[in-house]
Structure formats: structure tokens, C-alpha cells
């Protein structure tokens, strides 16, 4: 696959992450309409290979129906489970006062600032994401630069 093709690739996999948060997905039929929805040009066969490389399951929710979940391990702790999405999302990270910005590739600031969020840092007051950069408001300067450090850990730079 070329360069182009693993961005499109990882792109597609931040909006499936995205998807299976915020909407009850049953079927990879599902997923696929919800992705064409979206604007990606994506057959079966490429969610359900999308779906094993994101060790996605299906698990049942408070009702007992099941849909799709990212798969829970022992080993899965909530900075392995959103590391890759990070890894693969953030271009850059830049302390302003009490903010966070960061910039991700276009397309994929919606899930990484999920998986931002879903870390549960006590020193976000809140964040918003747009196409390709986030905000995350601290309560203060330190904690912006201590989010900074915890971003720069999980990324290794």
C-alpha cells in the first residue's frame, strides 16, 4: 500500500473508532453505509479487514443488544487502547496559556480528541476538535504543559 493509501487507511480506521463510540453498530453493513455517509469509498471486505486490525468485537450493551466495541484485554490499559489512534492522528502539540493545541492529519482530529478524552485527565476542563486540530482547555498553564507531557509520552517525542 503507498503512503497515500495507509493515510486514507488510518483516516478510515479514526472515523470507525469514531462511529462505533458515538453510534450502536450492529453489522459491518452498518459501518459501511456510515462510512459511505461520510464520504469514504469503503466495500465490506475492506471494514471487516478494518474491523480485525482494529481487534474490534461485538459486545452486548445495557439493553443486551449487541454491536461493536473495541476489544478490552487485561493488557489494554487506557493508554495502550488510544495510543495507536494518537500515534497514527497528532502532527504537532502547542502549549498557549492554559491550551493545548494539537494538530492531527485532516479528518482525524474527532477521534484522536475522543481518545484524548476518554484518557480522563483531571486537568482538562474540556476539549473540541474540528477537521484537523483540537483544543483542549486546562484549568491552568501548568496543567496544559503537564497534558503536553503525558501527550509527549504516549507519542515518544
Do not use: H
Not at 503512503?3 to 488510518?10: A, D, P, Q, S
Not at 462511529?19 to 471487516?48: C, H, M, N, P, W
Request: aromatic letters at 6%; glycine letters at 6%; one cysteine or more.
Amino acid at each position: 500500500m503507498t503512503g497515500n493509501g495507509n493515510k486514507i487507511k488510518r483516516i478510515r480506521q479514526a472515523k470507525i473508532l469514531d462511529i462505533i463510540e458515538t453510534k450502536r453498530i450492529t453489522t459491518q453493513e452498518e459501518l459501511t453505509k456510515y462510512l459511505k455517509d461520510e464520504g469514504f469509498d469503503a466495500t465490506q471486505a475492506t471494514v471487516s479487514r478494518d474491523i480485525r486490525e482494529l481487534r474490534l468485537t461485538k459486545s452486548s450493551d445495557k439493553n443486551g443488544a449487541y454491536k461493536y466495541t473495541v476489544k478490552d484485554s487485561v493488557s489494554d490499559q487506557p493508554e495502550n487502547k488510544y495510543a495507536k489512534i494518537l500515534i497514527e492522528a497528532t502532527v504537532s502539540r502547542t502549549v498557549a496559556s492554559n491550551l493545548l493545541i494539537v494538530k492531527t492529519y485532516s479528518g482525524m482530529a474527532n477521534a484522536a480528541c475522543a481518545a484524548i478524552d476518554r484518557l480522563g485527565w483531571g486537568e482538562i476542563a474540556g476539549s473540541i476538535a474540528g477537521d484537523d486540530t483540537i483544543f483542549i482547555a486546562c484549568y491552568d498553564a501548568q496543567g496544559a504543559s503537564e497534558v503536553k507531557e503525558k501527550l509527549d509520552k504516549i507519542l515518544k517525542a
